[in-house]
């Protein structure tokens, strides 16, 4: 049984006072929430998302990490301070990383190695722009940016300590959100990827929806059998409808 999670990528939004009201509102709509609740706050809110989060069940994460442990990287963040910090998670490869600061698919996998080696779970981001889709390359690119993380000598069982998240480029930030079939199709093609490697693996994989996923459509693509789960962007910094997002995984 995959226990979904819904994890919140604030990007870089917030202010002290915000992030406190969001954090406080989160905490008390949490309980009656059964999916996995994580959230991924900007680094400078790290340290009261841990304080305000420390005695609940909602896990934080960071949005981003740098490949080497510690040096001369003026402005990075390694995994083993995230996972110091006391960070479960981190996000990996989000197409604004890939995009906007140039990193590639080698560039990702060094990441998703780092976070492995601290012993945070990476939240490996796919996903195919719109261009790629309409050229019928939507899979071609998804098994590449894959392969770059089933190549590694960490191979297929470092999944086991990782999520990944389907992310269509043209349906994140844009309101347009995937088809549940459509989506549906993606997760199980993921997944069947994976059980070329190793069945096990890829039946305890969680594999999460993101791109505009709000309120309103959730329920219908939470409830597809390979989705497990969201990673929720603009919406996820209003309290009442991250959790209403989160509700519609209650059974
Ligand atoms: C994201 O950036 O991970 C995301 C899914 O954003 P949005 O929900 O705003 O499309």
Request: aromatic content about 8%; overall charge negative; glycine content about 10%.
């Amino acid at each position: 049984m995959r226990k979904p999670l819904i994890a919140g990528n604030w990007k870089m939004n917030g202010s002290c006072a915000s992030v406190d009201a969001l954090l406080r509102a989160l905490s008390k709509g949490a309980a009656s929430v059964t999916a996995e609740l994580a959230v991924f706050p900007a680094f400078v809110f790290l340290e009261r998302t841990r304080r305000l989060l420390a005695s609940g069940t909602i896990a934080w994460g960071g949005q981003n990490l740098a490949p080497e442990p510690s040096g001369a990287f003026t402005g990075e963040v390694s995994a083993e301070m995230l996972r110091d910090f006391g960070c479960r998670y981190v996000l990996v490869g989000h197409s604004e990383r890939r995009t906007l600061f140039g990193e590639t698919n080698e560039w990702v996998a060094a990441k998703y190695q780092a976070a492995l080696r601290a012993g945070l779970s990476p939240i490996l981001c796919v996903g195919e722009t719109l261009q790629e889709r309409e050229q019928g390359l939507t899979y071609d690119v998804l098994r590449t940016q894959l392969n770059a993380i089933l190549t590694l000598p960490t191979g297929v069982k470092s999944l086991e300590q990782a999520v990944i998240a389907y992310e269509p480029v043209w349906a994140i930030g844009t309101g347009l959100t995937a088809q549940p079939e459509t989506a549906q199709e993606v997760h199980a093609k993921i997944r069947s990827w994976v059980a070329e490697y190793d069945i096990k693996v890829a039946e305890n994989l969680r594999i999460l929806y993101g791109g505009s996923l709000k309120r309103d459509g959730a329920a219908l693509l939470l409830a597809m059998p390979d989705i497990d789960g969201g990673l929720v962007g603009g919406a996820s910094l209003n309290a009442e409808e991250f959790l209403d997002i989160a509700l519609s995984c209650n059974k």
